[in-house]
């Protein structure tokens, strides 16, 4: 059984065991969050798609831990002109495990 979840502005496919980073989620490590937007379930040849949502789908995932992805850099110039800018970006995620799929 899998489902297509939305967290974030970003779209998974998951599945029971999965282990996916998201968009940090506001919860405690160990702690059980519900992913309720929920787009599609499927379990073999049956498939359920929402409009949007799939009603009364929901997904269970336990938080295993939050951190931080590698560093982005940006780098802009403008040729001949002398103008170079150097940044750089982290972004903040929370790793989770699927735990139920309903």
């Avoid at 499927?42 to 359920?48: E, F, H, K, P, S």
């Avoid at 001949?80 to 309903?102: C, L, M, P, S, W």
């Amino acid at each position: 059984m899998y489902a297509v979840i939305k967290s974030g502005g970003k779209q998974y496919r998951v599945a029971p065991g999965d282990k996916l980073k998201l968009e940090t989620l506001p919860a405690e490590v160990g702690q059980k969050v519900i992913l309720g937007e929920v787009l599609a379930v499927g379990d073999g040849a049956d498939v359920r798609v929402g409009t949007p949502l799939v009603e009364g789908a929901s997904v269970t995932a336990t938080v295993l831990s939050h951190g931080r992805r590698d560093k982005i850099t940006i780098f802009k110039m403008k040729r001949r002109k002398h103008y170079t800018k150097n940044g750089g970006h982290r972004q903040n995620f929370t790793e989770v495990q699927i735990d139920v799929v309903a």
